[in-house]
């Protein structure tokens, strides 16, 4: 748990955080860069409609009634469907008519009634008062909660807080200016992340509860199925009327999610394209079942946990804090705390407009001694807000305890499932008339009230029980809960079917029976014509003859009766604009009606229709005989088309519909002609922003620049140029006639750019500099120059195209860079160099003579070592006991492989000095291998190797020096013997292929690595020193076998891959 002061810490720094969001929202927006232009942020503005009901309400109607608690939620998925059709053409009204509400919608489609307005604000109140109610008693159940108990801040001052809280905020974001029509692009903002926090933290919650705390859910279903809930899993024990209590769900919870006075006003009023609702007639259902996911399980696990059923509302909160973790805890209370502020402040926001609207302003119209107060709307609306959410404060003080978030929910519903028969019957029935509509609404209302409202007041003791049990003045048929004795229904359906049974029945015979007068006949066709398109005013030539002056002076005391005179004169201005009237002085009659019209649209938009409607047939700006003149005028069109009202009307309407089409049609073009501008006028901005920072860039680069135009013009002469040529940029740019030379040359003569833009330069060009060269569409060149430094400049330059988007060229741009201190060092590095290569020479030439010295020196006395112990080993001085033997044959081996070293080396000096010789003849090299292979079979059977001979018979005699082409076999052989394990096999072969006889050497040892098989024939190279060292070597043999081979005109190699073994092989050409 936590310190009081801690939740409300917290409570008040996301409230701040909102604010801060809304203000950048307004911000953003006033520039032209608004946030919530997008139809994903409308989509979830519209995500207000789920509230603390379905946040914490669906669980504890879940822990109550099972699965029924769902039965809203399909009807409200289903209803999105219809939206393209009836929210569309909802939209277009509130564009045509400037809508601020759904009883100013009512209002302008029933003849711009004003009872018709004020009886849907009454129906509003017990929708909102309430409902508002419990959202606060929601947020104030959660800080009670999770507050540790001692002395901390007061109940009364938390709760006053927060209500100040919500007052200041829904004020600041939703009532700021007037005009209600106004989109509140902060308010829309905050509603739209509230949706993102409440369903982040209600997943995040629905997560952990069920996955963590519980295995799943599956072993929540295993153990309901285990204990007494497990009826909450089926419909085995629900009574009779479950289906129709679904029903009864589908349909209020469907048309709630329009007709709810704060849906109205996201849906509707603050929708700024249409083509935004195709989003969310997906993303609304989509995030209708997320809310709603978890809800059952979260339930299920608070009833196994042992939780009443009472506590159900609470408990996605009491699960985490039961459990210990905090965080998840402090995440849940501030996605509680969304889903209620969007709600009460949304919705408080849109009942102060109605009640300022079509409520107070009616009062202050009737009683002449508060007709100041027009002027101080704003303040009435603010007031009213604060009346609102404290008439809902005082509503949860007295009776909240005493429902469910739920049952409140289901109440509201249903209220405001009276506005359905006239809302939607106004838009498609023609013979809906005002009459209708108010006994509708009246009397589905009172039926409302009578079997919900009444049963809800008797249930906690403010009426007596027996009302209930046996109706008024105990008359049974009378009964709240069992109307004309209807038994079996569940307390909502039996509320909705007879609500909404006495409202349509009154609104279909009232609309019948009733006549509407021809205003209001005139009213609703204009209305149910206007949702088509929207096209300006209708321009009919007559001579202008009324003095705009004087009606100027009307229009301004007219906006003076609601705005300041600044303002009303600012509003007059804009209404004679918009009407295309201001430059003139005298208008006509239809002039002033197109005039009348925006000015009562203006009106609408800050007072409601029906009272701008009002207002405008009580002022002077459309005198009585003025609108005899337009009646008379419409009168003689018509009797000058000679046909009948009705035919004309119908061929208006078919006109109509084909300008409609048209219009639309023409209306999506400039809107794409519009979106293209901007988009050019983007580019634009951005090429011209893209051309400053590459004249920057280029200005500021080390190397020289110079471009010229297609005429050879110069276009760019950079700071670098100026500082090599000392040529000043403002003296050269828009120069031509090859002047861009005259710095390089002293003359007007091409260079090295002209070849791009003219190619037939080419042969004589490139004569001027000592190196040339084109690659593509570049030319490069290095130059020398004596003009620019004392001893002369070296330049290099490089040449480009400029193209256009065509791939045109345009111009041409050429580089220039200084690279004498380049060329200097150049020249210094090769001399040093060839410095070093002849002292390298001159070493090399140095070791080789000491090598030869050092190898002759040496072959001496080691062949008198050898030939003196040959004589001991025949015993010729006298016989030798085998001990004596063993070590003579020990020192010959050793000084035999000291003589192999020094012919090795002694080789190798000859083949670096140029002096190797050989003593070619024609050789049987079938018996050269033959007698290498006897040499070394000793060592062979000494690591039991297998050696094969595979030379072919047929081979003919081959050119060569047999010694040395021995010394190769040799080599490869032994090799292959000393790095094979034991017990392996080496291969010798040897075949005629391509004029050249092919030996392969081949055994089955370690093989070679791809990485090492490059060094293998250099001097002194070991792959393997662990494994040499075992074997013996000096890293020369390789190397100099591939010399001996060379030398016969021979290649050497090998192929090899590690594990397998080797192949090497050596060539030796037959001619």
């Known amino acids: 748990m936590f310190k009081t002061n801690t ?84 939209v277009r009204l509130k564009n045509a008519y400037r809508l601020t509400s759904i009883a100013d919608f009512l209002s302008v489609r029933y003849g711009k009634s004003r009872g018709v307005a004020l009886l ?73 992340f509230e949706a993102i926090v409440k369903l982040g933290a209600f997943l995040v919650a629905g997560l952990f509860i069920t996955h963590f705390l519980f295995g799943g859910f599956a072993e929540i279903f295993s153990r309901l199925s285990q204990v007494p809930f497990s009826r909450l899993i089926g419909t085995q024990n629900l009574s009779p009327s479950y289906f129709t209590a679904w029903t009864s769900n589908l349909v209020i919870a469907g048309s709630a999610a329009l007709l709810l006075p704060r849906q109205f006003h996201m849906a509707v009023v603050e929708n700024s394209e249409e083509s935004h609702i195709k989003t969310a007639m997906w993303l609304f259902p989509l995030y209708s079942f997320a809310i709603t996911f978890f809800a059952f399980p979260i339930a299920m696990v608070g009833l196994l946990k042992g939780y009443p059923p009472a506590q159900g509302d609470t408990f996605i909160l009491r699960l985490p804090l039961d459990s210990g973790h905090p965080w998840l805890v402090l995440l849940v209370f501030i996605g509680g705390v969304s889903a209620a502020i969007g709600m009460i402040s949304v919705a408080s926001m849109t009942l102060s407009t109605m009640v300022t609207n079509h409520l107070v302003l009616p009062i202050l119209g009737w009683h002449k001694s508060l007709a100041f107060l027009r002027r101080h709307l704003l303040k009435l609306r603010w007031l009213a807000i604060a009346l609102a959410i404290l008439l809902g404060f005082e509503f949860q003080r007295q009776v909240g305890d005493a429902f469910m978030l739920v049952d409140i929910g289901a109440l509201s519903f249903a209220a405001a499932f009276q506005f359905a028969p006239a809302a939607f019957g106004g838009l498609f029935w023609r013979r809906g008339n005002k009459r209708g509509a108010l006994m509708g609404m009246l009397g589905g209302t009172l039926v409302w009230c009578y079997t919900s409202l009444l049963p809800s007041f008797a249930s906690t003791g403010g009426l007596p029980k027996g009302l209930l049990e046996h109706g008024p003045w105990g008359i049974a048929l009378l ?75 009307a229009i301004e005391g007219l906006f003076e009766h609601y705005f300041p005179p600044e303002e009303a004169k600012a509003k007059t201005e804009k209404c004679l604009l918009q009407a295309d009237l201001s430059k003139k002085k005298e208008v006509s009659v239809f002039e002033l009606a197109v005039l009348r019209r925006e000015i009562e649209k203006s009106l609408s938009g800050s007072i409601g229709a029906a009272e701008a409607y009002k207002a405008l047939n009580q002022s002077p700006i459309f005198t009585p005989e003025e609108t005899k003149e337009l009646s008379e005028s419409y009168g003689r069109i018509l009797a000058q088309l000679k046909v009948p009202p009705e035919e004309l009307r119908r061929k208006i309407d078919y006109y109509q519909e084909r300008e409609s089409l048209l219009t ?26 893209s051309k400053r920072r590459l004249a920057n860039i280029i200005d500021f680069l080390p190397d020289a620049i110079l471009a010229v135009d297609s005429e050879g013009k110069v276009i760019a002469w950079n700071r670098a140029l100026e500082e090599m ?66 001893g002369g400049a070296y ?62 020196e040496l072959r001496t006395p080691i062949n008198v070592i050898s030939g003196f112990g040959s004589i001991l080993d025949d015993e010729i001085p006298g016989p030798l006991n085998k001990e004596q033997h063993d070590y003579l044959k020990k020192m010959l081996a050793s000084s035999d492989n000291l003589l192999a070293l020094v012919n090795d080396l002694l080789d190798m000096t000859r083949i670096q000095a140029g002096k190797f010789l050989l003593v070619p ?40 020096d047999a010694q040395r082409i021995a010394q190769v076999l040799s080599n490869l052989i032994n090799n292959a013997i000393k790095f094979t394990p034991e017990g392996g096999t080496v291969w010798v072969r040897a075949f005629v292929e391509d004029k050249c006889l092919r030996c392969e050497i081949e055994d089955n040892g370690l093989g070679i690595a791809k990485r090492d098989l490059s060094k293998l024939f250099t001097r002194f190279t070991q792959l393997d020193m662990t494994t040499t060292r075992k074997a013996g070597g000096t890293g020369l043999g390789l190397s ?21 073994g080797s192949i090497f092989w050596f060539t030796l050409p037959l001619e």
């Open 479 to 553: 009964r709240p809960e069992g109307l004309f004795g209807m038994s079996g229904l569940d307390p909502l359906s039996h509320t909705v079917f007879w609500s909404f049974l006495c409202n349509l029945f009154l609104y279909v015979l009232g609309s019948l029976w009733f006549q509407s007068d021809p205003e209001e006949i005139e009213l609703t066709e204009e209305f149910l014509g206007s949702w088509r398109v929207t096209l300006p005013p209708s321009r009919i030539k007559m001579a202008p003859s009324i003095p705009l002056s004087e009606k100027k002076v």
């Open 664 to 689: 639309s049609h023409a209306m999506e073009l400039q809107k794409r002609i519009e979106e293209r501008t901007a988009e050019l006028e983007k580019s634009n901005l951005a090429l011209l922003q």
């Open 725 to 790: 040529t000392g040529v000043k940029a403002k003296d050269m740019l828009g120069q031509g006639d090859r002047a861009y030379a005259l710095p390089f040359y002293g003359e007007k003569s091409p260079i090295l750019l002209d070849l791009v833009l003219h190619p037939e330069l080419e042969k004589e060009l490139p004569g001027r500099y000592f190196h040339f060269e084109k690659k593509d569409d570049l030319y490069f060149v290095e130059t020398y120059i004596e003009r620019f430094k004392p």
């Open 7 to 90: 939740l409300l810490s917290l409570f008040c720094l996301y409230m701040g955080g909102l604010f801060l969001l809304a203000l950048w929202a307004e911000k953003r927006h006033a520039e032209g860069k608004s946030p919530v232009d997008n139809s994903f942020a409308y989509a979830l503005s519209l995500t207000v409609f789920f509230t603390t009901w379905a946040y914490f309400g669906n669980s504890g109607r879940a822990a109550r009634d099972g699965m029924a608690f769902f039965a809203f939620y399909p009807g409200v998925m289903a209803s999105a469907a219809l939206w393209w059709i009836v929210l569309r053409r909802l």
């Open 1040 to 1060: 100099i076998s591939k010399a001996i081979v060379e030398a016969h005109g021979g290649k050497i190699g090998v192929e090899s891959e590690v594990g397998k």
């Open 120 to 192: 849907a604000t009454a129906i509003c109140l017990p929708i909102m008062v309430p409902y508002a109610g419990l959202h606060l008693k929601a947020i104030f159940s959660a800080f009670a909660l999770l507050s540790l108990p001692g002395r901390h801040l007061s109940a009364s001052i938390l709760r006053g807080i927060v209500v100040f809280a919500l007052i200041a905020f829904t004020i600041l974001l939703g009532a700021r200016r007037l005009d209600p029509t106004e989109r509140h692009p902060g308010m829309v903002l905050t509603v739209a």
């Open 921 to 960: 003849q024609p050789m049987d090299f079938k018996q050269v291998v033959e007698e290498v292979l006897a040499n070394l079979r000793p060592l062979a059977d000494q690591k039991r190797h297998t050696l094969i001979n595979q030379v072919q018979d047929e081979i003919p005699l081959v050119t060569g």
């Open 795 to 856: 330049l290099w330059g490089v040449a480009a195209p400029l193209l256009d988007i065509d791939g045109k060229v345009v111009g041409a741009i050429e580089s220039i860079r200084d690279i004498t201190d380049r060329k200097k060092a150049e020249k210094e590095k090769a001399q040093l160099q060839e410095e070093q290569i002849e002292a390298l020479k001159q070493a090399d030439s140095l070791k080789d003579q000491f090598l030869s010295i050092l190898s002759h």
